[in-house]
């Protein structure tokens, strides 16, 4: 999801001294989004399926308005007829916020354009290749792999996610989130639906009348497996908005795992000489993509963070750290 106004919201409850300046980073990649995803589109030909659905936030207190706007996040107050014309069928007694300026893609199709994108582009994807170390190696690094290959180059990104914790000090207090989520089938009208942003549950409807709702938060937990009775608390807790959840069959039940650090606060910046990190974004990844993606590049090509990255770099930069083996 691409959902700056429900992220900056749902953050009020946990405030940390980092908030405004990752409200202004989810803003700034959020409206980098329209762009990217034309230009993807045209150069594969495949459609990521970005959609400025907007998001709906059930109103649980007065003045709701009033305190997203103060974090700089537009909002209208929806009830009765309005609210039923943006989500049919929901059950939202008291109004709800909705958010205009959020929106989402496909995952699915997003992946796809970005491979062909790299392929085109002439990108060596190695799939199934682990790395098990990154060594300082004269002025560049070398990256060691499973199979026993080596890879000597100037820089690395490292963007390994919650197993980067086993590459770098910089990536030590990652910890796993596992996610669950589930598929249903909400039938072709579903596809003008906004997001349902609820705090303990989400609904966002994808192309081909599919429903995403999700989803779990397991601290520590990095399995893959699927448990149904977590399934079945999600479809409970959507079904309090969306009554009609619990008519829609579903499709299909998966897990992931999310990266964190403390605080939910992303890191992207320089660890050390040619050493480059994007780390812990959490559940913010597709959102903050396009801003991490040129942000970094611009660290590489030009040697300086943008301003917008500057209070996400890593604490700790050259002096101090030692590679991982």
Same mark, same amino acid.
């Given at each position: 999801m691409?959902?700056?106004?429900?992220?900056?919201?749902e953050?009020?409850?946990?405030?940390?001294d980092?908030?405004?300046a990752?409200a202004?980073?989810?803003?700034?990649?959020?409206?980098?989004?329209?762009?990217?995803?034309?230009?993807?589109?045209?150069?594969?030909?495949?459609?990521?399926?970005y959609?400025?659905?907007?998001?709906?936030v059930?109103l649980?207190?007065?003045?709701?308005v009033d305190?997203?706007?103060?974090?700089?996040?537009?909002?209208?107050?929806?009830?009765?007829?309005?609210?039923?014309?943006?989500?049919?069928?929901?059950?939202l007694?008291?109004?709800?916020?909705?958010?205009?300026?959020?929106?989402?893609?496909?995952?699915?199709?997003l992946?796809h354009?970005?491979?062909?994108?790299?392929?085109?582009?002439?990108?060596?994807?190695?799939?199934?290749?682990?790395v098990?170390?990154?060594?300082?190696?004269?002025?560049?690094?070398?990256?060691?792999?499973?199979?026993?290959?080596?890879?000597?180059?100037?820089?690395?990104?490292?963007?390994?996610?919650?197993a980067?914790?086993?590459?770098?000090?910089?990536a030590?207090?990652?910890?796993?989130?596992?996610?669950?989520?589930?598929?249903?089938?909400?039938?072709?009208?579903?596809?003008?639906?906004?997001?349902?942003?609820?705090?303990?549950?989400y609904?966002?409807?994808?192309?081909?009348?599919?429903?995403i709702?999700?989803?779990?938060?397991?601290?520590?937990r990095?399995?893959?497996?699927?448990?149904?009775?977590?399934?079945?608390g999600?479809?409970?807790?959507?079904?309090?908005?969306?009554?009609g959840?619990a008519?829609?069959? @579903?499709? $299909?039940?998966?897990? !992931? *795992?999310?990266? =964190?650090?403390?605080?939910?606060?992303?890191? %992207?910046? +320089?660890?050390?000489?040619?050493?480059?990190?994007? @780390?812990g $974004?959490?559940?913010? !990844? *597709?959102?903050? =993509?396009?801003?991490?993606?040129?942000?970094? %590049?611009? +660290?590489?090509d030009?040697?300086?963070?943008?301003?917008?990255? $500057?209070?996400?770099?890593?604490?700790?930069?050259?002096?101090?750290?030692?590679?991982?083996?």
């Amino acid at each position: 999801m691409i959902a700056p106004g429900a992220e900056i919201g749902e953050a009020r409850s946990r405030p940390h001294d980092r908030s405004r300046a990752f409200a202004a980073l989810a803003q700034h990649s959020a409206a980098m989004w329209p762009d990217w995803a034309a230009r993807l589109l045209a150069e594969t030909g495949i459609d990521p399926a970005y959609r400025p659905c907007g998001s709906l936030v059930p109103l649980r207190e007065a003045g709701m308005v009033d305190s997203f706007a103060a974090l700089g996040v537009e909002g209208e107050w929806l009830h009765g007829a309005a609210l039923q014309a943006r989500l049919p069928g929901a059950c939202l007694p008291d109004g709800a916020l909705f958010l205009p300026g959020d929106a989402q893609v496909s995952s699915l199709q997003l992946t796809h354009a970005l491979m062909t994108s790299l392929d085109r582009k002439g990108v060596e994807i190695r799939e199934n290749t682990r790395v098990t170390s990154l060594v300082r190696s004269g002025g560049g690094w070398r990256v060691f792999t499973e199979s026993g290959e080596t890879i000597d180059t100037d820089y690395v990104v490292l963007a390994a996610g919650w197993a980067a914790t086993q590459l770098h000090p910089s990536a030590a207090e990652i910890y796993p989130v596992k996610g669950q989520a589930v598929m249903l089938d909400a039938g072709e009208e579903s596809a003008s639906w906004p997001l349902l942003r609820a705090g303990n549950v989400y609904l966002a409807a994808k192309p081909g009348g599919r429903l995403i709702v999700g989803a779990s938060v397991e601290p520590g937990r990095s399995n893959g497996a699927v448990d149904p009775a977590v399934a079945q608390g999600m479809l409970q807790r959507a079904a309090r908005y969306l009554p009609g959840v619990a008519q829609m069959n @579903l499709l $299909a039940h998966w897990a !992931g *795992v999310r990266p =964190a650090l403390p605080g939910l606060m992303p890191r %992207a910046g +320089l660890a050390e000489p040619g050493l480059v990190v994007a @780390l812990g $974004a959490y559940r913010h !990844g *597709v959102m903050l =993509a396009p801003a991490l993606a040129e942000g970094l %590049a611009a +660290l590489i090509d030009e040697g300086r963070l943008p301003d917008i990255l $500057a209070p996400f770099a890593p604490d700790t930069v050259n002096e101090g750290l030692s590679s991982a083996r």
